[in-house]
């Protein structure tokens, strides 16, 4: 197959939603669709269940499933998909920010009793500031659940989307008949006991057709008639290309334990979703079809062996073609370097692999080279944008709780940080080191894997810090920014790339700090125009 072919058959994406929505019962569906997997089951959820924050097992054993299914790959029709996985828990949501760097596209899932949740607008809120192509999906429509317009409407205000219904609901819970398929124009209808086999669908491609009222009963035939030319009448008609630019979502409403709507999902999103898309760098605009490979690291991955410290790069191939054995530059560290086992992932396993293409994932071998966000070349300097960081929710001092091992323990923390489980902050007055994470889960999975995987103790101190902005001068010679580093000194910290972080310690503060230093811009992520 050519190489342009390749490109064009990939599809690269992520499922995002609230832990329960059903992102994992969902991703089995479309890899038994795949023909991946012969059973549910096989995809192991990489949550972490509610009350483990305390269990240093149940972390492990979520390491250990988050590597297993980091990229599910599977081909459907001919067409290559790419699937990368985004934790749910919220104490891991930079992880998912940053894998939603490496996708062309996400689907959204959300529970029809639940509506939207707090964890699906944060990550949607990520996907409309980059305008990556959304699709969202209604799950577990044989459950009672809210009102389909009602719910159209929240996705629309909570999420901030403009929708575009390609299926509609026959009835919910319990009265749940079926699908009307208005993208392929057709109802689908539903069985409830068989939960296995894959719904019958029969072609309506009139509305006012009879067959209808023989097929769900007149009640239920007029009420979907009534119901279609309200949804024609409020909302617009499919537009790919408004999708494409991120404009307009369309929604499929669906049943992912019972399988049903997931096929019309999956056809559909075969046809309209992107196919690897040009990426920004600081340079330029970089296209999949150029000849010359590039990539980027958007997740990095312990060894679960703590005697090797190998770890596992996740590159994101943007152009070109990645081969084995090939030295590509190192843009950070000025360096060649050449990769003999290259993994490409599978449904259930990764696999050595000689060549892969624009779309794709290669998981890396790594002794500690690279960093999140390291690009990858055949030689010209290119620096990839987009994985940048965000202001943790929580601080703390870290203290070395055994002198003999500060060696191991610094190591440690660098390469953790690497990893991007937390962000590490050097304050300017004295050179305390600050920890930064999203939840409180971390501090707990950092001071574990010091010890089991570098020998090394730490201890905790609280500290008041209400966001970390990253500090932005209009003019680094002003004397009002000079006076801001002075007045504002205790406050001031490095990242770990140097770059000044302001830690303010409220919200009141952190105004008034604004208003006092005008030209000063103070940002909640490391990365600003
Ligand atoms: P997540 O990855 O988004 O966290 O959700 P997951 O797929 O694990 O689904 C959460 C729960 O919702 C699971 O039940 C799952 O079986 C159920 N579920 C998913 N899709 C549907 C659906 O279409 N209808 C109904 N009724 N339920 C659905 P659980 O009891 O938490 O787990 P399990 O023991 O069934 O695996």
């Known amino acids: 197959m050519s190489f342009l072919k390749e490109i064009q058959r990939r599809r690269t994406f992520g499922i995002i939603s609230h832990p329960d929505a059903g992102k994992t019962t969902l991703t089995e569906k479309l890899l038994l669709f795949g023909g991946a997997i012969q059973e549910a089951g096989a995809v192991k959820s990489n949550k972490i269940k509610k009350g483990a924050t305390s269990d240093f097992m149940e972390i492990e054993r979520q390491r250990g499933i988050s590597v297993a299914t980091s990229v599910l790959a599977f081909e459907y029709n001919g067409t290559k998909i790419n699937i990368l996985d985004t934790p749910g828990h919220k104490d891991f949501a930079e992880d998912t920010f940053r894998t939603l760097t490496a996708v062309d596209s996400v689907i959204v899932v959300i529970d029809v009793a639940k509506g939207v949740e707090e964890q699906t607008e944060k990550l949607v809120e990520v996907c409309r500031m980059r305008n990556i192509p959304m699709i ?146 600081e340079e330029r605009l970089v296209k999949p079809d150029e000849k010359k490979f590039t990539g980027f690291v958007f997740k990095i991955h312990a060894n679960m062996d703590p005697n090797h410290r190998n770890r596992l790069a996740f590159v994101k191939i943007v152009s070109g073609e990645f081969k084995r054995n090939t030295p590509y530059l190192h843009v950070r560290n000025n360096k060649k370097l050449k990769f003999s086992s290259p993994n490409a992932f599978f449904a259930e396993k990764k696999e050595i692999v000689d060549i892969s293409y624009p779309g794709d994932i290669v998981g890396l071998q790594d002794t500690g080279s690279f960093k999140i966000g390291d690009t990858l070349t055949e030689g010209e300097i290119l620096n990839y944008k987009g994985v940048p960081s965000f202001s943790p929710e929580h601080f703390r001092y870290i203290n070395n709780a055994d002198p003999m091992k500060s060696k191991q323990l610094f190591k440690g923390i660098d390469q953790l940080m690497d990893e991007g489980v937390a962000q590490l902050f050097t304050l300017e007055l004295n050179g305390r080191k600050v920890i930064g994470t999203v939840g409180a889960l971390q501090y707990e999975v950092i001071q574990y894997r010091l010890e089991h995987e570098y020998g090394a103790k730490c201890t905790y101190e609280n500290l008041n810090v209400h966001k970390a902005c990253w500090v932005d001068p209009e003019d680094p010679k002003s004397d009002e920014y000079k006076e801001f580093l002075r007045v504002k000194q205790r406050f001031l910290a490095k990242d770990k790339q140097g770059q000044l972080v302001f830690l303010s310690d409220s919200p009141f503060s952190l105004q008034m700090t604004q208003q006092k230093y005008p030209s000063v811009k103070l940002h909640f992520t490391s990365e600003f125009e």
């Open 136 to 281: 969202v999906f209604i799950n577990k429509l044989d459950r009672e659940g809210k009102d389909a317009f009602d719910l159209l409407d929240e996705v629309e205000q909570k999420l901030g989307l403009k929708v575009a219904p390609l299926s509609f609901p026959i009835g919910m819970g319990y009265e749940f008949k079926g699908i009307y398929n208005i993208w392929e124009k057709n109802v689908n209808l539903f069985s409830g006991d068989s939960r296995k086999n894959i719904e019958e669908t029969i072609e309506i491609s009139d509305l006012s057709s009879p067959e209808l009222d023989e097929l769900i009963g007149e009640k239920s035939a007029n009420t979907l008639r009534e119901e279609i030319e309200l949804v024609e009448g409020i909302y617009p008609e499919f537009n790919k290309t408004d999708y494409l630019e991120g404009n307009q979502q369309p929604v499929f409403f669906g049943s992912a334990l019972n399988n049903f709507g997931v096929r019309e999902l999956l056809d559909c999103f075969v046809e309209i979703a992107p196919k690897p898309r040009a990426k920004q760098s």
